[in-house]
């Protein structure tokens, strides 16, 4: 392997376990080095404190191993074993109830770069560099080997996560098998028909199941708003919970057709209504209002750049949120923006329930659900803010 070495002082956080390595802590080493190399990391005395995956960018290594490793396929195994050990000591899967999950979760799985979501008997992969791009093959078939996981079929979903210069010569698709022409799978008891080839990130926003099932224990005998809905997550669990009525907007007609197809093949005693509306413009318009509201809006905000535009845009959302809740109601509101920190997007919605003028109180504070971990040395990994706010 080629060797990159750090400026001096620069080795500080990859020895606290960091495993990102910014362009500008290299010294030398990088000149001749192609995108998606495996390469060894020494410090300024050529002490060899990591192995990485190189890349022309400001975040050039991102490190698999805090030593010398051969990225060889019982090392992929072995992460990939652990990944899933990790899961079943979790019980995230729980045969007849829930078959989907996130099975790595980049850094928090010492993957940095990719992502891994299960589907019943089909995997999805997703690289987010380049040097997993390329690893892709041997993660496959350590994939394959793990027996437990029943894993039929691979697909690779990388292209739209990889950078632009790259991207182009990539094409997504299957690895191994193919997908059954309707998957359908299982959350919380929760049937839900997946397309991984063309739904949304993998197919499915599985980080928000915790979540979803708090939405279940408030919903009995309520009424529930789900603005940004998709297929139906938080609609399907507050009908499941025994809500009354459940209105779900979505821009997006593929989404509102996924969440229909989810309705048909679950049953419910509440009524539904589906909605093609831009949430902001509905929420301004009705003087509807709800026990339950939800937003979870896309990210804002994907850049520093972008984030006061994105920061304006929440409290926005929330203002409007806030009036259509009951007395005595409560909103569930999100960021997924990285660049949004939690107590940014706390401060946030802060200033929206000052405007609003309604008394409001924390009951939960919300995140990511345990498939989707975050290394005590990575902070960055946690990405998913959330607050469930009682309102008086």
């Not at 979501?117 to 080997?145: C, E």
Request: aromatic share 8%; with cysteine.
């Amino acid at each position: 392997m080629q060797i990159i070495k750090l400026n001096k002082g620069r080795e500080q956080s990859v020895l606290r376990r960091h495993p990102w390595i910014f362009s500008r802590a290299i010294q030398s080493g990088a000149e001749a080095l192609e995108d998606g190399e495996t390469i060894l990391v020494q410090d300024h005395k050529g002490n060899t404190i990591g192995t990485g995956h190189y890349q022309d960018s400001s975040l050039s290594v991102r490190l698999l191993a805090f030593e010398a490793v051969d990225t060889n396929l019982p090392f992929w195994g072995k992460r990939l074993t652990n990944a899933a050990a990790c899961r079943e000591a979790l019980n995230v899967r729980k045969e007849g109830y829930t078959d989907t999950f996130r099975l790595v979760h980049g850094e928090g799985d010492q993957l940095p770069g990719l992502i891994i979501d299960i589907y019943g008997p089909v995997a999805v992969v997703q690289a987010h560099s380049i040097g997993m791009y390329k690893a892709l093959s041997d993660i496959t078939k350590a994939l394959l080997q793990i027996e437990h996981l029943a894993i039929t079929a691979v697909y690779s979903k990388s292209k739209d996560a990889l950078p632009s210069n790259f991207a182009h010569q990539v094409t997504d698709g299957w690895l191994h098998g193919q997908s059954p022409e309707v998957l359908v799978v299982h959350e919380g008891g929760i049937a839900f028909q997946v397309n991984v080839e063309t739904g949304q990130k993998t197919g499915f926003f599985l980080d928000q199941r915790e979540n979803r099932g708090l939405i279940r224990k408030y919903s009995s005998g309520k009424e529930v708003f789900n603005g940004f809905c998709y297929s139906g997550g938080f609609s399907l669990y507050a009908l499941q919970g025994g809500a009354t009525h459940v209105v779900s907007i979505d821009s997006s007609q593929v989404a509102l057709d996924l969440l229909e197809q989810n309705l048909t093949i679950n049953t419910f005693t509440g009524t539904h209504e589906s909605l093609k509306e831009n949430v902001l413009t509905w929420l301004g318009e009705t003087d509807q209002l709800f026990d339950i509201v939800i937003v979870d809006p896309p990210a804002f905000a994907k850049t520093l750049k972008k984030r006061h535009n994105a920061i304006q845009a929440y409290k926005r959302l929330n203002m409007m949120a806030i009036s259509r809740v009951k007395k005595g109601g409560m909103l569930f509101t999100f960021s997924c923006s990285q660049v949004v920190d939690k107590p940014l997007f706390h401060n946030t919605i802060v200033a929206a329930a000052i405007e609003s003028g309604r008394q409001a109180r924390v009951v939960h504070e919300l995140g990511q659900g345990p498939d989707h971990p975050v290394s005590i040395f990575h902070p960055e990994g946690h990405y998913l803010k959330g607050l469930a706010l009682f309102l008086d």
